[in-house]
């Protein structure tokens, strides 16, 4: 069944559309644009190098990487990876862990069946293996289509599919491939709004609700 925001597909479009062409920062696009084939880079030479496929290489990684920080996600996943009995587990979650190591262990190529509803990390898993026609979806990249940085959207199925339709079509309207123009946002999106700036928001945002 189509989310509300399936309604709202081409405002979102427009609003990603927007938010790209008005991009004045280089470093948004110079990080942004070779993020994905950097990362794809890493799947490639760890699959060379544990002789695994690919896509299991980037779905033990995509596994790890909710809630966790991307160098810390790369640290963990090359031990899983390396077949590390006790790897570490410092910035991650126990329970992706766990997962990660399953997909590891049964050298799966999709992050389907490990997690329950996981748009996000089946997204990432093939983009990080290299398909760049899909889009991950995250809190920023939600904040960024809606722009409201205080967005906060359950992503279940059906609305992950929302956003991530608006994502593809505002690539194909300035012509880029999905995945790299969802990196250049995310980026302009955390520069634009950065932790210490989006806690003021929230402060502001509780604030004016009076004390409990």
């Not at 640290?75 to 990876?81: P, V």
């Not at 587990?89 to 329950?116: C, E, P, V």
């Not at 939600?142 to 929302?162: F, H």
Request: with cysteine; glycine share 6%; net charge positive.
């Amino acid at each position: 069944m189509p989310s509300k925001y399936h309604a709202r597909i081409g405002e979102l479009t427009g609003n990603l559309v927007h938010l790209y062409k008005t991009v004045t920062d280089d470093s948004d696009v110079s990080a942004g644009m070779p993020w994905y084939p950097k990362a794809h880079g890493i799947m490639t030479e760890w699959a060379d190098n544990y002789g695994l496929p690919i896509a299991t290489a980037a779905c033990v990684t995509a596994a790890i990487s909710p809630q966790c920080d991307w160098n810390r996600n790369l640290i963990i996943a090359d031990e899983i990876l390396a077949g590390a009995v006790a790897p570490s587990i410092g910035g991650a979650l126990h329970t992706n862990i766990a997962k990660a190591r399953s997909i590891y262990r049964d050298r799966a190529t999709t992050t389907f069946g490990y997690f329950k509803s996981g748009p996000k990390v089946a997204s990432f898993a093939a983009n990080l293996a290299g398909d760049y026609s899909l889009v991950t979806v995250d809190t920023h990249a939600v904040q960024a289509a809606l722009c409201d940085v205080e967005a906060t959207v359950g992503l279940k199925w059906t609305q992950y599919e929302a956003f991530a339709s608006a994502y593809i079509h505002a690539a194909k309207r300035v012509r880029l491939e999905p995945a790299m123009f969802q990196a250049v946002i995310w980026h302009t999106w955390k520069r634009i709004y950065p932790p210490a700036k989006k806690r003021s928001y929230r402060t502001q945002w509780t604030g004016d609700l009076g004390e409990c």
